[in-house]
């Protein structure tokens, strides 16, 4: 039996009854979007999409994180685009929560349900259309493709979560397993989208300090999360984004799995020099 969940947001607006006081926070190291934050209000049209609508949860941003974007997208019947990448050196990731999408590339139309994953190259010339009767709601992850000489960009992909055995971490008993979309060794990809699944009572046992930027989204249940110095409650249709070398820590209570969707940049050497060179 397929239990995978995917929460994904709705929009509206909180009643004028509702406090002010909420889980939010942006500090120089970590930002907390939760899910109560993502209202109609902050949600973007976006050039050529038609019948779409957007939260934008994240953007380069000087001194803070810097290698990505990321959208929920929200594309209605009969919406989508025929010019959706604006950008001719950027690689993209979709990952679908609910409703269906055609992407089409090369010629080639792709489905994509609930855990459909795509990779799109940069300059690749894709297309995207909901061709179904519901709301399709999913992730579109975005990064300037870093080039290197001698190797080429990688190719398309189109995956489903549910045909991809999640890899457990070591010494773990399986409390804590990775679904991989792409092969870590595969050097040709300079960024990772994979999907983090602690089991009740998983945890990150140390705090993780390190170069790779982060998005996480929570998919599925709630825990409580290390960022920098602070405990933080997280629950699914959170956000959290970090920038390089901010200490994370994790511990899932359950009562049920706590899963997320996590971005991060890989496989590249660190730039010399000033910015621009």
């Not at 297309?127 to 519901?134: A, Q």
């Not at 990809?189 to 089991?199: L, Q």
């Not at 933080?232 to 009562?255: H, I, K, N, S, T």
């Amino acid at each position: 039996m397929d239990t995978r969940r995917y929460h994904a947001p709705h929009g509206g607006l909180p009643p004028q009854t509702q406090l002010h006081t909420g889980r939010a926070v942006f500090t120089d190291a970590y930002a907390v979007i939760p899910k109560g934050v993502m209202s109609d209000i902050v949600t973007s049209s976006l050039p050529f999409w038609e019948s779409t609508r957007a939260w934008i949860l994240a953007r380069p941003l000087s001194g803070f994180a810097e290698t990505f974007s990321q959208y929920i997208m929200e594309v209605a019947p009969g919406g989508g685009s025929d010019r959706p990448e604006p950008e001719a050196d950027a690689e993209g990731v979709l990952f679908v929560m609910e409703g269906e999408i055609a992407a089409t590339l090369d010629g080639g139309k792709h489905l994509l349900a609930p855990g459909g994953y795509a990779y799109l190259p940069p300059a690749s010339g894709w297309t995207l259309r909901n061709e179904g009767s519901e709301v399709a709601r999913f992730h579109w992850i975005r990064k300037q493709y870093d080039f290197v000489e001698g190797l080429e960009a990688p190719g398309p992909l189109f995956l489903d979560e549910a045909d991809i055995a999640p890899s457990p971490m070591p010494d773990t008993d399986g409390r804590w397993a990775t679904t991989r979309f792409v092969d870590p060794s595969d050097l040709r990809h300079d960024m990772h989208v994979t999907i983090v699944t602690f089991e009740p009572g998983g945890l990150i046992p140390f705090e993780e300090t390190h170069v790779m930027e982060h998005g996480l989204y929570v998919l599925e249940g709630k825990a409580v999360y290390r960022l920098n110095r602070d405990w933080v409650e997280v629950e699914a249709g959170d956000f959290m984004w970090l920038r390089a070398f901010c200490p994370q820590a994790c511990y899932a209570g359950g009562p049920g799995r706590f899963r997320y969707l996590l971005y991060k940049d890989v496989n590249r050497h660190a730039k010399l020099g000033m910015p621009g060179r």
